[in-house]
């Protein structure tokens, strides 16, 4: 298994009230992601674990893109991967941000 750890500014907080929120599942070519609201508004971390090596080029760019297009800040990510492609990495970022913006304490 490697772990993967990124760590980004963001222009601002990420929306919403939620302090967690969990999208996705484990399984063959899926993932699962858990958002969390622990950090300062500015700061966001993802970290990985996958069983496919060799590919943290690839996530780092999907992180990346992920930060700029959405501002995740205050936000802990963490990435429980089953082999998923870049596609549905981005998708269920997208589906962990949205959720936490509609969440209510």
């Known amino acids: 298994m490697d772990t993967l750890k990124f760590h980004h500014t963001t222009r601002g907080p990420a929306a919403g ?3 967690t929120a969990l999208v996705g599942v484990i399984a063959s ?3 699962e992601v858990l958002v969390e609201r622990t950090l ?3 700061e966001c971390t993802v970290e990985i674990t996958t069983p ?3 590919y943290s080029e690839v996530w780092e760019a999907v992180v ?5 297009r959405t501002s995740p800040g205050g936000l ?4 429980n991967d089953g082999g998923a492609r870049p596609d549905t990495v981005m998708l269920r970022l997208l589906q ?3 959720t936490m913006g509609a969440g209510h304490e």
């Open 17 to 19: 009230a939620a302090s």
């Open 29 to 31: 070519g899926n993932l």
């Open 40 to 42: 300062a508004d500015t």
């Open 52 to 54: 496919v090596r060799g």
């Open 64 to 68: 990346a893109d992920f930060v700029e």
């Open 76 to 79: 802990r990510i963490s990435i």
């Open 96 to 98: 962990g941000v949205r």
